[in-house]
């Protein structure tokens, strides 16, 4: 098992399950993906912070745009995102510089993205407005 996939299974057991939890209550910045498994077809459910943005949202990809629920979102082309207890349907996804990424989300995270030097960031598009 390589590092990524170790850390990957720890999350998975031990952290997922609390922050899906709180993304389910609409407390807390966490809200929820669900994607569809390219081989399985299993339904995944993945806790994201996302940032709301016209027409849909900003998702930093923490772990890189090679995570398995963003790919199994791109090989469907859809995937749907449940923020404050409300499910959008999320029907495009474009990759975005690093810079309009970041200038996407409030100061305090700017600051905290910046200095993590994050560089991977995608708009998903919904079929419905933000609240």
Not at 54 to 62: Q, W
Not at 71 to 85: E, F
Request: a positive charge.
């Amino acid at each position: 098992m390589t590092g990524t996939s170790a850390w990957g299974t720890i999350l998975k057991h031990t952290l997922n399950p609390v922050t899906l939890r709180m993304a389910r209550s609409g407390r807390g910045p966490f809200s929820i993906v669900t994607s569809v498994g390219r081989k399985s077809g299993k339904t995944y459910e993945t806790p994201i912070i996302v940032q709301p943005t016209e027409g849909g949202f900003m998702i930093e990809l923490t772990y890189g745009d090679r995570v398995q629920w963003y790919m199994n979102a791109l090989a469907a082309g859809h995937c749907t995102v449940t923020y404050k207890t409300v499910e959008y349907d999320v029907v495009g996804f474009e990759p975005v510089d690093a810079a309009a990424g970041i200038a996407a989300f409030s100061p305090a995270q700017r600051r905290i993205l910046t200095l993590l030097r994050r560089r991977h960031f995608v708009r998903f598009r919904t079929q419905s407005q933000q609240p």
